[in-house]
């Protein structure tokens, strides 16, 4: 990767986008955004170097999100199958097709009505009111993990491996029925898989695609109660609603999905914080504004940039410009949540901002049909989190110069590597 321009292709030298420049990598926030402001739509590429349009601004975010016409399945477009742009990129990364499916064959993958059926499936779990019922669980894993970090103090501790990842998973894997022993094992393996690495993704999907087909024997032999034994019971009773490779893959989702964004939303939310003092004293004098701060925070500091792909599913203008049937879609989060167009004064952080009419006001959870299942879980141990922290900790401070903080080199997110504090 030598090109240092969001605008320069590193491996076709094409003009338009590309995510695995080191500017896009490095700085996503102002990279996007310099694009926002020169173009709605641009042509670019993806990861593995396959043509796309990217969407930059807010309002045509919202509508690649939320409007039918374009899909998550390439199947799902009339005509010739469109290219299949998901599995370019599982071929580069060294994924083998019968790993493959599980990642593009689930949930975040499918369009109505297999994707309806599959959210209906788990969808009772995450619903406000559960959630809420599970608020005293996830404030005793808070409780117990901070006393934990008090044993450690002044410290320093990596505040990402000793609290922003182990209340998320401990709160999924409990949920989904991951048994206490092996989250360690889903941690190490979410990792390599986010990494992108070819030298260990195939290796960590693997185990977890096998993890998971040996704890469903398990489960079945042994039912309990949590969702995977509930999604066993409606694939024994009724194998049309739901097949081996889906369960599979809703596991693997929900276990993925439910901690690694969670995990770096806190992560990037304390950092936000620590560099304003102003917001922290805010929260500090009125405790009633964390749950909108946490919307806040996931607008300025989600670590989530680029959603799924999508695909025009037939022709549409958007933007000013032509996409065809076919053409594989990126909306950008980041950009958006940073349009100026959609929020006043958008690169300041205020945790007093609300909410347009417009549902969370910004697009960090996506927007539409697959809109993101844990949102409402997420926000809630955001919350818990942030607040018991910095309550527990109030002379909690960074035990390095933030500009040394450690950024993983993703494309699409937003990822400390670490996150070493005094407490």
């Known amino acids: 990767m ?3 321009n969001p605008m320069t292709s590193s491996t076709t030298g094409t003009a338009g986008p590309d995510p695995m420049s080191p500017e896009l990598i490095a ?3 102002g990279g996007y955004g310099k694009l926002r402001e020169q173009a709605p739509v641009l042509r670019g590429q993806f990861m593995e170097g396959s043509p796309v349009w990217f969407v930059t601004r807010y309002e045509d975010v919202h509508t690649v999100l939320g409007d039918p016409r374009f899909v998550n399945d390439p199947a799902s477009v009339p005509g010739p199958v469109a290219v299949d742009i998901r599995r370019n990129v599982m071929e580069s990364m060294g ?20 994707h309806t059926r599959l959210r209906k499936l788990v969808s009772r779990t995450f619903t406000v009111r559960r959630v809420a019922d599970l608020r005293p669980r996830v404030e005793a ?38 048994p206490e022993a092996d989250r360690p094992a889903w941690h190490d393996w979410g990792r390599a898989l986010v990494s992108m690495n070819p030298k260990v993704l195939p290796d960590a999907l693997r185990a977890m695609v096998d993890h998971i ?31 081996d490779a889906e369960m599979v893959s809703l596991v693997l989702t929900l276990v993925l999905a439910g901690h690694e964004t969670t995990a770096h939303l806190i992560a990037n939310a304390t950092v936000a914080l620590l560099a304003h003092p102003d917001q922290l004293d805010l ?22 940039h680029l959603v799924r792909l999508r695909y025009a599913a037939t022709d549409v203008e958007l933007g000013g410009v032509r996409i065809r049937a076919g053409d594989g879609v990126q909306a950008v989060l980041v950009s958006a949540n940073f349009d100026p167009r959609e929020y ?18 910004h697009v960090g959870f996506g927007h539409g049909a697959h809109y993101c299942l844990g949102a409402a879980l997420a926000r809630q141990e955001g919350e818990v989190a942030l607040h018991a ?33 005094t407490v």
């Open 344 to 361: 006043a004064d958008p690169d300041r952080l205020d945790v007093t901002r609300r909410p347009s009419s417009r549902g969370d006001g």
């Open 27 to 29: 700085d996503p926030c």
């Open 2 to 4: 030598t090109a240092t």
């Open 95 to 114: 994924v083998p097709p019968e790993l493959g499916e599980y990642l593009s064959g689930g949930i975040i993958d499918s369009d109505a009505p297999d």
């Open 213 to 243: 087909h040996d704890l469903i024997r398990r489960r079945r032999a042994e039912p309990a109660d949590d969702l995977l034994s509930g999604l066993i019971r409606t694939h024994d009773e009724d194998g049309d609603r739901l097949s």
């Open 389 to 421: 922290l910095f309550e527990r900790f109030p002379n909690l401070s960074p035990a390095i110069d933030p500009v040394e903080l450690v950024w993983q080199q993703v494309p699409g997110a937003r990822r400390l590597a670490e996150l070493p504090v």
């Open 141 to 178: 894993i808070t409780a117990a993990l901070l006393d934990d970090l008090a044993a450690a103090a002044p410290g320093p501790v990596d505040l990402v491996e000793t609290f922003a990842y182990p209340l998320p998973i401990t709160v999924i894997c409990e949920l989904v029925g991951i």
């Open 283 to 304: 929260l500090r004098r009125d405790p009633g504004l964390w749950p909108g701060a946490v919307n806040e925070l996931m607008r300025w500091c989600g670590p989530v």
